[in-house]
């Protein structure tokens, strides 16, 4: 028998309850926090998809790895694991640990960008183009035009536009320090991208002379993506795949929050000597020492576990499957949902759910506000709010409004998700009441974090 469904990969080993709360007591919580998911208290959160950053489950072998972390300073045998774990899937020559990913993008950006640099990537990630801009330096997005309809079915649809990218470079080569790839690609809807497309960036970058660097956060599951649905790539180990995508790269930016299965954690790893001994300095400026950056030695060696399970074939296979349950039950209860569904996340298209209410009174807040109070769902508006304002002040929408569902790793059960299922279809089923919001109070930059709204007037 080859069994139709497929079950979780693991059984539950310890577990943490979950606090009922009412309608009522959930509006109450929302409009206190200014209608701010980022601003709720955990506690009163039902299904927790703010994120799939640090909040998945561990293994009872990572919490092993918990227990034998040796916390000297320099020179500890769980770095040396780490590194080793890392340098089994991406042979870097660097590998300098971070506490997270952002981290790693910061200390590299301080090394390499700077006013009039511009850096192309696929589409930057909210923190990577932060940490771009906070150099002076202009974040440019060049992923495929498939990769901006939401509705449209393609196979890889994070691939970046090399026609672009080659006018790109043809016109601003000297003033690029690196070419960004992002996989899968986070904000264009965790979407894939090819080894083919991969290659073609790869090669635009020798003509150029510019090096590649992948924002690598979920590294394993798209090359799930690519073992089903790149020609020639079938039956092959996702391991090889990921050792093919990094003999690509120069370089590399990971949070181990995502595809490390960690709870904490990231690195930055470079090929090239003098920038990696320029990236080890500001790394002890700002981290710590190189050989535990930002982290205790139990979160190395939990990352450094986390690397061996996550290439697991039954553990992507349940992954991406249960991440697509959601989405195809989202899809047939009617809910527009970018399609196809991504990695680690469904997202809702805003959008198009809400056509009464315009980009910049944020659609996306508008369905994530109401997901929480209709069943204390939290999920995370990527739109309007989180990229509409720009660093001079102005603000324009976003190039589209989603509300993205992330799923934590190894985390919720299938009732969970069907529990999800119902609450969107109910909000969407009312969606023509749903209004739009006004912000009250802003800073200037990642203002999705800490953001103030205000429901409009009917
Ligand atoms: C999460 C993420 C980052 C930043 O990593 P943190 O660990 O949250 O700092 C960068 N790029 C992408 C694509 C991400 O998903």
Redesign the pocket.
């Known amino acids: 028998m080859s069994p139709r469904t497929i079950i979780e990969p693991f059984r539950i080993h310890s577990v943490e309850p979950l606090r009922m709360t009412t309608e009522a007591e959930r509006r109450a919580a929302i409009a206190a926090a200014g209608y701010n998911l980022f601003s709720l208290r955990s506690d009163d959160v039902l299904i927790d998809l703010l994120t799939d950053?640090g909040t998945g489950a561990m293994s009872s072998e990572q919490w092993a790895g918990i227990q034998r972390g040796d916390e000297a300073y320099a020179g500890s045998p769980s770095w040396y694991r780490f590194e080793a774990a890392v340098k089994a899937l991406f042979p870097l020559d660097h590998v300098i640990p971070t506490h997270?990913?952002?981290a790693a993008?910061k200390i590299l950006m301080t090394a390499i960008g700077g006013p009039g640099k511009k850096v192309p990537n696929n589409t930057h990630?909210d923190?990577?183009r932060a940490n771009v801009e906070a150099t002076g330096a202009e974040a440019v997005d060049l992923v495929i035009r498939e990769g901006l309809d939401p509705a449209l079915e393609h196979p890889f649809k994070g691939n970046m536009d090399l026609d672009r990218l080659e006018a790109f470079l043809g016109r601003h080569a000297v003033d690029v320090p690196a070419v960004f790839v992002?996989i899968t690609n986070?904000s264009g809807g965790g979407q894939p991208v090819s080894l083919e497309n991969l290659r073609g960036v790869r090669s635009l970058c020798d003509r150029f002379g510019v090096p590649l660097f992948l924002?690598a956060?979920r590294f394993a599951e798209n090359a799930w993506f690519i073992r089903e649905r790149e020609s020639g790539q079938a039956g092959r180990e996702v391991a090889d795949i990921v050792r093919d995508i990094a003999a690509l790269a120069d370089g590399m930016t990971m949070?181990a929050?995502?595809d490390g299965l960690a709870n904490i954690g990231?690195w930055l790893a470079v090929r090239d000597d003098e920038l990696a001994a320029r990236c080890r300095n500001l790394l002890i400026l700002t981290e710590g020492f190189p050989t535990y950056g930002g982290l205790a030695g139990r979160d190395l060696d939990a990352i450094a576990q986390g690397l061996s399970e996550v290439v697991q074939h039954d553990y992507l296979r349940y992954r991406v499957r249960s991440t697509a349950y959601l989405g195809d039950g989202l899809h047939r209860a009617g809910v527009p949902v970018m399609r196809p569904v991504g990695g680690h996340a469904v997202y809702i298209d805003a959008r198009a759910l809400l056509p009464h209410v315009p980009p910049l009174a944020y659609p996306g807040q508008a369905v994530a506000v109401a997901l929480y109070e209709a069943g204390g769902i939290r999920a995370c508006e990527i739109g309007t709010v989180m990229f509409g304002l720009h660093p001079d002040g102005s603000e324009t929408p976003a190039a589209l409004d989603l509300v993205r569902l992330a799923i934590p790793r190894r985390t919720y059960t299938q009732s969970h998700i069907d529990y999800v299922i119902e609450v969107c279809s109910e909000v969407a089923e009312r969606s023509g009441h749903l209004r739009g919001y006004r912000i009250t109070d802003a800073p200037p930059a990642l203002r999705h974090f800490t953001a103030r709204f205000e429901p409009l007037a009917d």
Do not use: A, I, L
Request: hydrophobic letters at 5%; aromatic letters at 6%.
């Open positions: 950053s997270q990913g952002r993008e990630f923190t990577t992002t986070n924002d956060c949070s929050k995502k990231g």
